[in-house]
């Protein structure tokens, strides 16, 4: 069983327009093989069922028992947690844009960053401190010099590969001009650069254009909602479909502000809200190597429920304890939001220009890609 599972997206041609159908087969009971089991088992198994976002699950999950429990976890644990989730979101962000983007305009310079990230990314997580995301009595040890020294590798080698500058003056330097941005992409030789300079003059850059007015529920209705599984499979909020994905923490960021308001949020929008985030999570992880302990999470005020912004999205748990075992384990993963019949995925794709199939695979690929960092699905494009 693939816990992971996947997605199917169909791309309906019609004379009047698009029709987009998404059907998942991604496997929404595979938590219930931890009912019953010894609460330390399911901590130190759990990241084997979802390897994609280990480190988010692990932190919801922990985050979880803990709340159900009634547990205090010092702010120092929390960070900690908070630091390896931003991490592995990094890292899911920073492999698109050098795996992905290149393809659009046939560009093979990018092909040994891939590599550089990860090796990066896995020596600074080791030396990380593994028992917060694994115990219920974690070692609130302070954090190593080497992964300080670690990070500021890390930390330099996305500078360089992405902005041709420190994030930071990268921020600055853009502030909320679109043209700003424009004019970055044409200067800064990164493949970031060059893929935003090749989407700006694509007719169809601005397609996908979605935007959701429905919020999610409050913790308390969402804690009853997730007993049931058809919400689980398809969750709604307060008046419909809601997007919980990577973007909407950004969107009132003032440059992706200003993009929206200048053509919507479609693949050109998200594109380079995708760097915005990268920017800000570098920043937040500055703090944390630095000696801050912040940022330290979502909380919630039910008990057995956690959230987490993983790559993905927003990732809630919900637990029931017995004991020192787990009763029961309910997930709600971003993507059942994002991609749900007539959610912002859905919306998007059937928005999309006009053309041959080239083209229109070209922009659904680019457009889930901004949208869920990690799914896997197949695209069937066919006229009606």
């Known amino acids: 069983m693939n816990p992971e ?90 492999l698109r844009i050098f795996l992905d983007w290149p393809l659009s305009f046939e560009e093979m310079g990018a092909r040994q960053m891939p590599a550089t990230l990860m090796q990066h990314v896995l020596a600074l997580m080791a030396q990380m401190n593994p028992t917060v995301l694994v115990s219920l009595q974690p070692n609130p040890r302070p954090l190593a010099p080497e992964a300080r020294s670690q990070w500021q590798l890390l930390r330099q080698f996305l500078d360089d590969a992405l902005f041709c500058s420190p994030a930071e003056a990268w921020l600055a330097q853009l502030g909320s001009s679109a043209d700003a941005l424009r004019q970055w992409a044409a200067g800064c030789e990164t493949v970031a650069a060059r893929f935003l300079f090749w989407l700006a003059a694509q007719a169809w850059s601005s397609a996908g254009n979605a935007s959701l007015a429905a919020t999610a529920p409050a913790d308390s209705e969402l804690a009853s909602k997730m007993e049931d599984d058809d919400f689980i499979a398809r969750p709604e909020g307060n008046g419909g479909s809601v997007e919980v994905s990577w973007f909407s923490r950004v969107r009132s960021q003032p440059l992706v502000a200003a993009l929206i308001n200048e053509q919507g949020s479609g693949i050109y929008t998200r594109s380079a809200a995708r760097l915005v985030a990268i920017a800000e999570i570098i920043l937040q992880l500055d703090a944390f190597f630095a000696g801050d302990d912040g940022p ?16 993905r999205g927003r990732l809630t748990h919900k637990v029931e304890l017995n004991g020192g075992r787990l ?50 699905y197949t695209l069937n494009i066919r006229r009606l």
């Open 5 to 94: 599972g996947g997605l199917v997206v169909d791309l309906l041609l019609a004379d009047d327009g698009f029709r987009c159908d998404i059907h998942s087969s991604r496997p929404l009971a595979a938590a219930q093989v931890f009912s019953g089991k010894p609460l330390d088992e399911v901590l130190t198994s759990l990241p084997m069922l979802f390897s994609i976002c280990a480190r988010a699950h692990s932190a919801t999950l922990v985050a979880a028992m803990e709340s159900a429990r009634g547990d205090v976890v010092g702010d120092t644990v929390a960070a900690q947690r908070q630091a390896l989730v931003l991490l592995e979101t990094l890292r899911e962000q920073v």
């Open 296 to 311: 330290l999470g979502i909380s919630s005020d039910v008990p057995g429920l956690a959230h987490t912004e993983a790559a």
């Open 327 to 376: 009763e029961k384990l309910r997930i709600l993963a971003p993507t059942e939001w994002n991609f749900h019949p007539q959610g912002v995925a859905a919306q998007g794709l059937s928005k999309l220009q006009p053309g041959d199939e080239a083209s229109l695979r070209q922009q659904a690929r680019l457009l889930i890609h901004v949208i869920d960092p990690c799914v896997g």
